[in-house]
């Protein structure tokens, strides 16, 4: 072999190298590159992502007040029933107390 069908056969040999390179960083970008569109549509689901959290936290903070309010509510109506309960107690012991005494007030005459 001579010198100048060395350099040809090294030329070619770097050139079908250069074009299997060049096709190979072709394909990986291809196939990992991501589209616009798709990095729009992940923007758009986290930002919805974000104010569905945001309402769901909204929701929990309005339920804990409202149970709040409820179990509030709830005491201080307990707590008039037993108020009302100890009330009806009381005259119905004091209309015992003067049915008999009427009873007996009339037994006397």
Same mark, same amino acid.
């Given at each position: 072999?001579?010198?100048?069908?060395?350099?040809?056969?090294?030329?070619?040999?770097?050139?079908?190298a250069?074009c299997?390179?060049?096709?190979?960083?072709?394909?990986?970008?291809?196939?990992?590159?991501?589209? +616009?569109?798709?990095? &729009?549509?992940?923007?758009?689901?986290?930002?919805?992502? $974000? /104010? #569905? !959290? @945001?309402? %769901?936290?909204?929701?929990?903070?309005?339920?804990?007040?409202?149970?709040?309010?409820?179990?509030?509510?709830?005491?201080?109506?307990? +707590?008039?029933?037993? &108020?009302?309960?100890?009330g009806?107690?009381?005259?119905? $012991? /004091? #209309? !015992? @107390?003067? %049915?008999?005494?009427?009873?007996?007030?009339?037994?006397?005459?």
């Amino acid at each position: 072999m001579s010198r100048t069908e060395f350099v040809i056969a090294t030329a070619i040999i770097l050139f079908v190298a250069f074009c299997l390179g060049w096709f190979a960083n072709w394909l990986i970008h291809r196939f990992t590159r991501v589209a +616009a569109g798709d990095v &729009a549509q992940l923007d758009r689901m986290s930002q919805e992502l $974000h /104010e #569905a !959290e @945001e309402t %769901r936290d909204q929701a929990i903070t309005y339920l804990q007040q409202r149970e709040a309010e409820l179990t509030n509510q709830l005491s201080q109506t307990e +707590a008039e029933l037993r &108020a009302a309960m100890e009330g009806l107690r009381d005259a119905r $012991h /004091e #209309a !015992e @107390e003067l %049915r008999g005494y009427i009873e007996r007030v009339t037994q006397g005459t």
